[in-house]
């Protein structure tokens, strides 16, 4: 079992930077993904890596201005975001278990950190 707690939202302006953190007991043992979702629509995958941080994975609209890392001797992991969009607007959540966009490939889920960002 491993437990998940995001950090790091909040409000921004377009243009601005914002780092996420997910912090959790196990959680270097896993591949570990960033998942976002808008009220009313499905959840769509971020970005992910690879349990040794080897292998990184975005989705398109967040290449370049997105980085997913992490520290595994504090077992967090990280998203850096850069160059914000409004669009970018969302409840972001780490999960564990999978470098996959399909969040049904996941296995444990953090309770999520609003992410705004103002035009």
């Known amino acids: 079992q491993v437990q998940l707690v995001e950090s790091g939202g909040g409000l921004v302006q377009a243009g601005g930077s914002l780092r996420l953190s997910c912090a959790g007991s196990g959680l270097s043992a896993y591949h570990m993904g960033w998942f976002r979702q808008d009220p009313g629509k499905g959840r769509e995958f971020v970005a992910a890596i690879t349990w040794s941080g080897r292998s990184t994975y975005y989705t398109d609209s967040v290449k370049g201005r997105f980085a997913i890392s992490r520290d595994n001797a504090k077992n967090t992991l990280y998203l850096q975001m850069n160059s914000l969009k409004p669009e970018d607007t969302a409840v972001y959540y780490c999960?564990?278990?999978?470098?996959?966009?399909?969040?049904?490939?996941?296995?444990?889920w953090g309770q999520g950190t609003q992410v705004t960002v103002s035009s």
């Open positions: 999960a564990a278990g999978s470098v996959d966009s399909d969040p049904r490939t996941y296995d444990y």
